[in-house]
């Protein structure tokens, strides 16, 4: 990589309520969004006990698409559509929101009255202008059918898009890329420039990216300069956190796509390219007019900071 030197993203945490912390990387003031995705959340690894309430109520969605990945744990997946699905390691779940959709987000049954490890990354997807008021969808792609790839020492999952002879089932509206890449300690891979807009993200690892001084460190968001290809290193030595076992290197996310059509205004779980369209769906949720998750009986109030067009 020459010329331009990657951006570094810190990230901040975020406390979702119940003690249930994540580290929030985009939206932030340097990056609004990388490709198509304006809100990157990784969240975990963390033990939930039985007491825990880190159950995600109903809450809405308009203008964009959530993309859920585990990395280990489990979740049960409830929407206004009827669906209902257990979300486990490996798979792709896309819910396109569009002109409305609500959802929660709940520790299985199957968990109930045990500990267990949650770990994982929620996207944001925008959709585009012209698709932003498309009807409410939700897809399940089983990690069966998710391509798997070895590129050198590498192992990647291309989770959605096209990347090194390989494309994901998963559909979207604009040209998308999402990898998960496990590098072993002392190996490289070569990362082309798999789109316009790219970005890498390490869980649990410095990494060493060609023509960077500094190691990318771990739980920050590194973009690249765009249309710049790189080769990303995990160092022979490197120690992971969680401490794994030696060798064990590297857990990576890449992800990128082609620039948003035009700005976005978000407030909330609110994405529109219009402000008064925002303003609609503040008042459609108050008045509970957006659909209603069957079985479901709470529902998460809007902020009480408004947003002000």
Not at 49 to 57: A, G, K, L, N, T
Not at 180 to 206: F, H, K, R, T
Not at 286 to 295: N, R, S, W
Request: with cysteine.
């Amino acid at each position: 990589m020459s010329g331009e030197h990657l951006l570094r993203l810190k990230g901040h945490d975020k406390d979702l309520g119940g003690g249930f912390t994540v580290r929030r990387l985009l939206p932030s003031l340097q990056r609004r969004a990388v490709g198509p995705f304006l809100f990157f959340d990784h969240f975990g690894p963390v033990t939930v006990h039985p007491q825990d309430e880190y159950d995600v109520r109903p809450h809405p969605h308009i203008g964009l698409a959530t993309v859920t990945y585990l990395f280990e744990g489990a979740m049960m997946h409830r929407d206004s559509l009827g669906s209902l699905q257990q979300i486990e390691p490996g798979a792709i779940n896309w819910m396109t929101s569009g002109r409305g959709i609500v959802h929660s987000e709940r520790r299985p049954e199957t968990l109930a009255g045990r500990d267990y490890v949650n770990h994982g990354v929620q996207l944001w997807a925008a959709l585009p202008r012209e698709h932003e008021e498309v009807a409410p969808a939700f897809v399940h792609t089983p990690a069966e059918v998710i391509p798997e790839v070895r590129v050198g020492d590498a192992v990647v999952r291309v989770l959605i898009g096209t990347a090194f002879g390989q494309t994901s089932p998963v559909a979207t509206f604009a040209p998308t890329l999402y990898l998960d890449v496990q590098l072993p300690a002392g190996a490289a891979l070569d990362l082309p420039a798999l789109a316009p807009e790219m970005a890498i993200y390490c869980v649990n690892a410095d990494l060493l990216l060609d023509g960077e001084a500094a190691p990318l460190p771990a739980l920050t968001l590194g973009v690249l300069p765009q249309g710049q290809a790189t080769t990303v290193r995990c160092p022979a030595d490197a120690v992971t956190s969680p401490p794994t076992h030696p060798g064990a290197g590297a857990r990576i996310v890449v992800i990128g796509g082609a620039p948003l059509d035009g700005p976005r205004h978000m407030w909330w779980n609110f994405v529109s390219s219009r402000k008064e369209r925002i303003v609609q769906a503040a008042q459609d949720w108050e008045d509970q007019a957006m659909g209603k998750v069957p079985g479901e009986v709470e529902w998460i109030p809007l902020p009480e900071r408004r947003f002000k067009p």
